[in-house]
């Protein structure tokens, strides 16, 4: 899950960590408001999305008046952003952050994620901070800094001050550095967090160090336990669909295809897709059900796939292990009843009880098409959607 850019500041700051003052606006009114509280003659106003590379597409720009504040905040809230992460459509800027500006000598770059390959905690760093951090990776890997924190003892001083020398930090800046650092993992850890990316970390003239932005990813898993978090979660950021994915806690990706595909399980997820493209068809969702699919979970599944006007027709590929393929069966005649589809469906069912499912959807009467093994079903979706 991921968390607007004022978010993640109110988080960092909840963790002693200094960021710019800033102020939230949802109408030019309150973001020119916002800029009369903070003070100062000029400010950032920056669009809050959960996409990168607002800066590029006119979402972060530095005002000089208050009139510069009111005409930029209304050019952008009520607007779609788009940027080169959520292209074509972007997404609806709802609010605004106004921040006070700062005076920058240097803007680096700075991460934590998780690093699946070692199964810790990883420190992403680089003396290229900055709206091209992306091309500096592609081009000039090696100015890219990594650190592996041990997952008992954290980051530790001897990594703080490696990764300050890196970057050429001395006086002030070093020890604000070696003091942040400690304090965004503690941040990381204790919420939860598989990213928490601060570009650019800048030093401001007076050598000092602190967030200018800061991105943050919440991981999906740890949301029961993290309920305050979980509040934050605008659904206005992600597809309709994905949101009602959410409601129903079912896994979904909004895929560009014209075949809708129900399955239980991640990894038959993806060999369902990969047979549909093999076949010459495009999948137009990934949805996991869940090895305990019901037919309560079923007929949800048909409703959010069948909020994308795309879908041509509905593959099920089930693998009855937890739950019987007669109880599946059961699940998606009720469905198709209950939600009037009107697309063709196909169904493979394989597993336990997988005959006694095939001859229930046989003898239901509905427009149902059992499919005797999983390439059969991909070239039955492929020819239906055509």
Not at 124 to 139: L, N, R
Not at 268 to 280: F, H, P, S
Request: hydrophobic share 45%; with cysteine.
């Amino acid at each position: 899950m991921n968390l607007h850019e004022f978010q993640a500041k109110h988080i960092l700051r909840s963790g002693n960590i200094n960021t710019p003052r800033g102020m939230i606006a949802t109408s030019a009114d309150a973001a020119v408001g916002a800029a009369g509280e903070l003070g100062g003659e000029a400010w950032v106003v920056k669009a809050q999305i959960h996409a990168g590379g607002r800066g590029k597409a006119g979402g972060v720009k530095v005002v000089k008046s208050l009139d510069a504040v009111r005409s930029l905040a209304g050019s952008l809230l009520g607007k779609s952003l788009v940027t080169r992460q959520n292209a074509p459509d972007g997404q609806p800027v709802n609010q605004v952050l106004v921040e006070e500006t700062l005076p920058i000598a240097r803007e680096l770059y700075l991460s934590l994620l998780v690093d699946r390959e070692t199964e810790r905690v990883a420190i992403v760093a680089s003396a290229a901070g900055g709206m091209d951090i992306e091309e500096v990776a592609h081009a000039t890997p090696e100015k890219v800094l990594t650190e592996t924190c041990d997952p008992l003892l954290g980051v530790q001083d001897f990594q703080c001050r490696a990764l300050a020398f890196a970057l050429e930090l001395n006086g002030e800046a070093y020890k604000d550095f070696c003091r942040l650092l400690p304090q965004l993992y503690r941040v990381f850890i204790a919420n939860d967090l598989s990213l928490l990316e601060i570009n650019p970390l800048v030093v401001t003239t007076d050598n000092r160090v602190l967030p200018l932005d800061c991105k943050m990813s919440i991981d999906d898993n740890a949301l029961y336990r993290r309920r305050a978090l979980a509040e934050l979660r605008d659904d206005s950021q992600i597809d309709a669909k994905e949101a009602a994915a959410n409601a129903a806690s079912v896994n979904y990706v909004a895929l560009t295809g014209n075949i809708g595909c129900m399955v239980n399980g991640a990894g038959l997820a993806m060999a369902t897709m990969d047979l549909i493209q093999l076949e010459g068809g495009t999948p137009a969702n990934f949805l996991d059900v869940g090895g305990g699919a019901t037919p309560e979970t079923v007929a949800q599944g048909f409703k959010i796939i069948l909020l994308d006007p795309n879908v041509r027709a509905v593959l099920i590929n089930i693998f009855g292990g937890i739950v019987r393929c007669d109880v599946i069966a059961e699940g998606i005649i009720q469905a198709v009843k209950e939600v009037g589809v009107r697309v063709p469906v196909i169904v493979r069912l394989e597993g336990t009880n997988a005959e006694l499912g095939r001859t229930l959807l046989a003898k239901s009467g509905l427009a149902i098409l059992a499919a005797e093994s999983l390439t059969h079903a991909a070239k039955l979706a492929v020819e239906q959607a055509a």
